[in-house]
């Protein structure tokens, strides 16, 4: 398996609180992405990164921030959390383009 | 921008026979087509994938099909097992202009004994 980690694997929080979740690869590859999924609408793309400090908007971005400070860091942080962002995050590294995609193990996120 | 169509999103069939998800895209430019089989609780992982200048790929009882003039793709489970049972998704992107995947909505595939 690729050398990916989540953190937190959990976490419960109150609405209106920042959250942050790290993505951590020994990897060394260039792209890095955000994906929450939710029942019935798979896995949805929220931002990713194609290098250091070089970030774009995914489908659902509205009410996250990322930042890539290092290669093999990427952080998505939640401003003020709200009750719909409570879902799965995955994150996910790819080494070039045309290149499959490996995920993380996931982060569960309750915001109540 | 890109969108995946996924169908079905669930899918019954008896343990031995074959099963088959289709997937359509709306971005002629797609050319990078890969598949994610995930079970209960755990990390979507890659089965197979196929580029656009390959109609077909095989794999041991899993096989992926493309026909780039109507846009769609699917996935072939051959003899299927009861280990194949989990959620399927497809996926496209644009090698080349983006690096971004887009997924569809996914398949639950159950696998009857």
């Known amino acids: 398996d690729a050398g990916i980690t989540q953190s937190p694997r959990h976490k419960v929080t109150e609405t209106g609180t920042p959250v942050t979740l790290r993505c951590h690869q020994t990897?060394?590859?260039?792209?890095m992405y955000w994906y929450r999924q939710d029942p019935g609408h798979g896995l949805r793309l929220i931002h990713y990164s194609y290098g250091v400090k070089d970030t774009d908007k995914g489908e659902v971005s509205d009410g996250y921030s990322v930042s890539r400070s290092k290669t093999e860091d990427f952080l998505l942080t939640l401003e003020s959390a709200t009750s719909s962002q409570t879902s799965v995050y995955f994150c996910a590294i790819r080494q070039g383009q045309g290149q499959p995609q490996h995920f993380g193990d996931g982060t569960r996120l309750s915001i109540l | 921008g890109e969108n995946v169509e996924q169908h079905p999103s669930t899918l019954s069939v008896q343990e031995g026979d074959s099963a088959v998800i289709k997937c359509t895209y709306s971005d002629s430019a797609s050319n990078y087509f890969p598949w994610y089989k995930q079970e209960l609780g755990k990390r979507p992982q890659l089965i197979i994938d196929?580029?656009?200048?390959?109609g077909e790929k095989k794999d041991q009882r899993i096989a992926v099909t493309l026909n780039k003039t109507a846009k769609h793709f699917s996935l072939h489970i051959t003899e299927t097992q009861p280990e194949d049972s989990a959620v399927y998704f497809c996926a496209a992107s644009i090698v080349g202009r983006d690096d971004k995947i887009i997924f569809g909505k996914g398949t639950r595939l159950h696998i009857l004994p």
């Open positions: 990897e060394n590859h260039r792209y």
């Open positions: 196929i580029r656009s200048n390959v």
